[in-house]
Structure formats: structure tokens, C-alpha cells
């Protein structure tokens, strides 16, 4: 018996689809790694017919670095009871310097997440499409969130 819920596929499956239009969407994707678009598609999509197709570790490994954030590692370690920090130690190169377009960029991306939940809820009601979009642009603000933290921490 698999210990791995449908909620927790769920969850995988969106920080799949999160990771892979952080990065530029799933065409370019697979340009840059093992498998084609219409696999990162599947391993992307609830419906039922796709519901055991998960990406492979390799692959979300790639696509967390193409997305510049650890969004597929990170839903596998809340998955298991974890949260990532970044590692100090790992020898990466410098942030660099905290500048006036960190802000802006950060403000931008808030107000994306502003304009589609307004958008969204307008009707009383955000279906699933709309759900898609404010948490496309809620992963794209965490992105920008911990780009900032990161040179604010130098």
C-alpha cells in the first residue's frame, strides 16, 4: 500500500507545474532535459489517467534549477514533515548587491498576486483556471521574496 496521499500527488503535481512556468513553461523544458514536453505535461496534470505520473527526482532537480527556486524539492520535504534552508556552506557564488530593482521586482510580483485574486474572486467564486493563475504568481513572488533575502543576507 502507497503511503504517499492523492492530496500529496496533488500538491507534487502543482509544485511540477509551478517549477516548470517559473522556469519558462514545459516546451523549453524539455529542451534542456531527458524528457519531452508531452511526459512534463503528464507528470504536471491531475486528471485521473495521469494521477501515478510523478517527475522522476533527476528531473525535478532540473527543473527546481531552471526555476531558480527549490519549488518540486520543496513540497517532497513538507510532503515528509521538512522545510529547506538554504545552505550557507554550499560554496555558491556571491548574491549580488541589494539594489532598487530587487524592490520594484518584489512589489511587481505582489501585485500580480493582487491583480488575479481580485480578478478571481470577483465573481464570488475562483475556479480551478484562476486558482492556476494566482498560484503561478504566488510562486513567481517567493521567487523574487527569496532572490531579496538572499543578497539582504549577503
Do not use: Q
Not at 56 to 66: F, H, K, L, Q, S
Amino acid at each position: 500500500m502507497r503511503t504517499v496521499s492523492e492530496e500529496e500527488v496533488r500538491t507534487l503535481k502543482g509544485a511540477t507545474e509551478a517549477a516548470c512556468k517559473l522556469g519558462g513553461g514545459v516546451t523549453n523544458f524539455a529542451l534542456l532535459t531527458r524528457v519531452n514536453v508531452a511526459t512534463l505535461s503528464k507528470y504536471a496534470s491531475i486528471n485521473e489517467e495521469y494521477s501515478e505520473s510523478l517527475m522522476p527526482v533527476d528531473v525535478a532537480i532540473e527543473a527546481d534549477r531552471w526555476a531558480k527556486s527549490p519549488v518540486i524539492v520543496s513540497a517532497m520535504a513538507k510532503a515528509l514533515g521538512y522545510r529547506l534552508v538554504p545552505d550557507e556552506d554550499a560554496g555558491l557564488a556571491a548574491p549580488a548587491r541589494l539594489t532598487e530593482r530587487d524592490a520594484h521586482t518584489v512589489l511587481s510580483e505582489a501585485m500580480d498576486v493582487t491583480r488575479e485574486t481580485l480578478a478571481a474572486v470577483e465573481d464570488g467564486h475562483a475556479d480551478a483556471c484562476e486558482r492556476k493563475k494566482i498560484r503561478k504568481e504566488l510562486m513567481e513572488l517567493v521567487r523574487a521574496a527569496e532572490t531579496m533575502l538572499l543578497k539582504v543576507r549577503g
